[in-house]
């Protein structure tokens, strides 16, 4: 009696994926406030790696003290993103007095164009019924029902949409300095626990494994994807912060850090980077209109080409993934793991894909994620 090889369901092991997923989907879920920080740490461990083994075999010390000298240097990085975004706020507090005033003067401007414009039409309005009134009363025609608006109410009325309008404008403006304080803090917060996971990742060697490894394949893409990609943001967050302090807008320090940081999410982060700064340029106490255009110009400038002239360049398609996969990943990783989640979405999907190309089974799905819809090179179409 031989032994028949068995034969794989197409639907058995369709379901079968869809149930691994599901399961793996929620347990990333439930376990996002451990694993966050930790694929974050493996993140930028591989990204740093070539940094350690350059100082080990430049220093020619073992990997302990190289791992040291590397972790002090992240230390200081650290230590000097939290001063840059101490002096920001440091001065945001001392101009919020100004920008208060401003807001007074935004409000106290449209209260008198309420007035020339709106108030006038209502006593012409007045006068005119009145005079229809009149009119009525000399033909022996029953006067119509007339409700006067006195200038007094429309006065009280147009004084109290004035102050909510402040109110509102003066609220907004501290809501969002505290918000972007609290986000800043969050994150400086949470990258003292990766900088502890990093130290210790360190310790070990993670690139002992062959090329024709998964790891090594996954290392390898996303190292090249983060180096590309850091280089990129470095540059457009230090040309978008200097901008900032050119045009004299508050804060300029910390708005080139978001806008290295948010460039790693790819389409809508450069969109929010552009978009931040605004409030501070167009309530700026002393910003015309044009330098309220000039400095918008600028500023949107710099990120469009950023994003759609130098990073195509540069990277290509070196995450190997359809732009709509990208977009959904964002959505996707976004929903499991936040802000965070969209940081991670390009490299995690590039990681999964590769792993997914390796196993016969959900090797479509990978040539799906890649945007390759029709078979392979290296198989035949069946003929017919």
């Not at 997923?21 to 694929?39: D, E, H």
């Not at 009363?137 to 309008?165: C, F, K, M």
């Not at 912060?241 to 045009?247: E, N």
Request: proline share 5%.
């Amino acid at each position: 009696m031989t032994n028949r090889p068995l034969r794989s369901n197409p639907v058995q092991d369709a379901c079968l994926l869809i149930l691994t997923a599901i399961a793996l989907t929620a347990a990333v879920y439930w376990l996002r406030s451990v694993l966050i920080p930790f694929v974050v740490a493996l993140f930028i461990v591989s990204g740093i790696t070539p940094i350690l083994d350059f100082l080990q075999a430049r220093l020619n010390v073992n990997r302990i003290v190289a791992a040291g000298v590397t972790f002090a240097l992240a230390i200081g990085g650290t230590f000097l993103v939290g001063m840059s975004i101490w002096l920001s706020m440091a001065q945001m507090s001392e101009e919020g007095k100004l920008y208060r005033m401003r807001v007074s003067e935004i409000v106290s401007n449209a209260e008198d164009w309420l007035h020339e414009n709106v108030a006038e039409r209502f006593e012409a309005s007045e006068v005119g019924e009145r005079s229809e009134a009149a009119v009525a009363d000399l033909v022996g025609e029953p006067e119509a029902t007339v409700v006067p608006v006195e200038r007094q109410e429309s006065d009280e009325l147009l004084a109290n949409a004035a102050a909510d309008l402040r109110d509102q404008l003066e609220a907004f403006l501290r809501n969002a300095v505290a918000s972007l304080s609290s986000e800043l803090f969050q994150l400086g917060s949470t990258s003292i626990v990766i900088l502890i996971y990093v130290f210790f990742l360190l310790l070990g060697n993670l690139s002992g494994y062959g090329e024709n490894t998964l790891a090594y394949q996954v290392d390898r893409q996303v190292r090249s994807y983060l180096f590309v990609k850091t280089m990129i943001s470095l540059a457009t967050g230090i040309v978008f912060g200097m901008a900032l302090w050119l045009f004299g807008v508050p804060m300029a320090l910390t708005f080139g850090l978001l806008a290295f940081l948010l460039n790693y999410i790819p389409n809508i982060g450069p969109i929010l980077a552009s978009i931040l700064p605004l409030p501070f340029i167009l309530l700026h106490p002393d910003g015309s209109l044009l330098w309220m255009i000039s400095a918008i110009a600028v500023t949107c400038s710099i990120q469009v080409a950023s994003g759609n002239l130098l990073e195509p360049k540069l990277m290509g398609n070196s995450a190997d993934l359809h732009p709509v996969v990208i977009l959904l990943a964002l959505m996707f990783w976004g929903t499991l793991w936040g802000i965070t989640g969209m940081f991670l979405a390009t490299p995690i999907t590039a990681a999964i894909k590769i792993a997914l190309d390796r196993m016969d089974v959900t090797r479509p799905v990978a040539r799906v994620m890649a945007g390759r819809l029709g078979p392979s090179a290296n198989e035949s179409i069946p003929a017919s």
